[in-house]
């Protein structure tokens, strides 16, 4: 259940002392990267940080990370227990993710961490990780159309409700490659906060080491680096530093390529595996297969799913093209998150035939991922084969492929 506020969560961790400096990161695209690349550079400076990012990719714990390695599963569990038990004692009637949200904060506190980097779960103002008591600098991403049945129908509106987690006194940085309209809401908000500063990231010593990396990789990096400086003022190493700890970064689903042979029966079958959900994510892989992958035109094949109510049509549209193989299927139920339902896969084909895919190009592999992995292999003989559409897709795949 989507239910967003404060009051609950409020009540919830009411009694959780938060003795870590908080950086909350708010987005539409890229959040997720900034998490990790700020809790890279700051345990590669010597400080202790805990990561709290959503959805969870494999186990439910894996969305805690301490010092880079995720909680185990016998302290989420404990944890998670006597806070819904607190739950239930005060009869709060908590949101799973606010649950969540609280055992996160509470596992923070005993491993006496330094910072905790935050992501958020949902737009800002009232998400559950906005209940923060204190927070040493706010970071804002790249901001795209998505959940505006939620946040609003326009950038403008969804942008006032990720700038909510600005507070007065508290540096933000902002990634400024968003839209005109969009920088315009969070200065205004910033204004109207009292927000210690504004900040924008330099992105030129960046591109000069990182030069292999995508321009949205690269911007990604430059806001966390920002923060990281505004986080340790005085005390920052130089970004030379610390970009060996970054490029050791692991962060699954985003164009992140691996061999899925064991599960296709193929002695070797490498993939491209990206969560790509939204139109402005598509656009990016998009653009990053048409640069790596097809330069000469080839054709490529696809497994897609995608959550109900995702704009497919927008997304499809940036990544299809006539030639190309699609396979679509549901991905697997969502562990801790029934809310969460999977788009049906027929409709995801007719998408894909609008979009120009021949119908003897189309397959629908219902509800069994590891059967649209084998199908697409069948298909993709020495092609190239893209996973996209969906985080809990690349779940899913991840789940199949440790399992085998």
Known sequence: MIDLGLTRITRLIQNTPQTWKAIHVAGTNGKGSICTYLSAMLNASGSSCAKFTSPHLIDRWDC????????????????ENEVKQRDQNDQIGAT????????????????????????VG????????????????????KIGLDHQALLGNTLGEIALQKAGIIRRGVPCVVDDSNEGSVLKVIKQHAREVGAASLSFPDTEEIK???SDWEPHQIQ????????????????????????KAVREVNWPGRLQKLDIGRITG?????????????????????????????????????VVA???????????????????????????????????????????LRLAGDHGVEASALQDAGSDVKQALVLAAEAVGDGLLVIAGS????SSVLRILRKS
């Open 96 to 119: 799973e993710f606010e649950l969540l949200t609280a055992t996160a904060f509470e596992i923070f506190n005993r491993k006496r961490v330094e910072y905790g980097v935050v992501e």
């Open 122 to 141: 949902l737009g800002g103002k009232l998400d559950a990780t906005n209940a923060m008591k204190q927070k040493a600098v706010t970071v804002i991403a």
């Open 266 to 302: 193929k002695q070797k079958q490498e993939v491209l595996l990206d969560g790509a959900h939204n139109t402005q994510s598509a656009e990016v892989l998009g653009a990053y297969v048409k640069k790596h992958l097809r330069s000469g035109g080839e054709p490529v094949t696809w």
């Open 220 to 243: 990604n990096l430059a806001c966390a680096y920002a923060a990281f400086k505004l986080a340790k003022p005085g005390n920052e190493k130089p970004l030379s530093e610390l970009l």
């Open 391 to 394: 985080l809990y897709l690349v």
């Open 306 to 348: 995608a959550t109900q109510g995702k704009d497919m049509n927008g997304i499809l549209g940036l990544l299809l093209q006539p030639g190309d193989r699609v396979v679509a299927v549901r991905f697997q139920p969502v562990d801790g998150m029934p809310w969460v339902k999977p788009a049906d896969p027929a409709e995801l």
């Open 64 to 79: 805690i990370v301490i010092d880079g390695h995720p909680v185990s599963e016998s302290l989420f569990l404990e944890v």
């Open 208 to 210: 000069e080491k990182m």
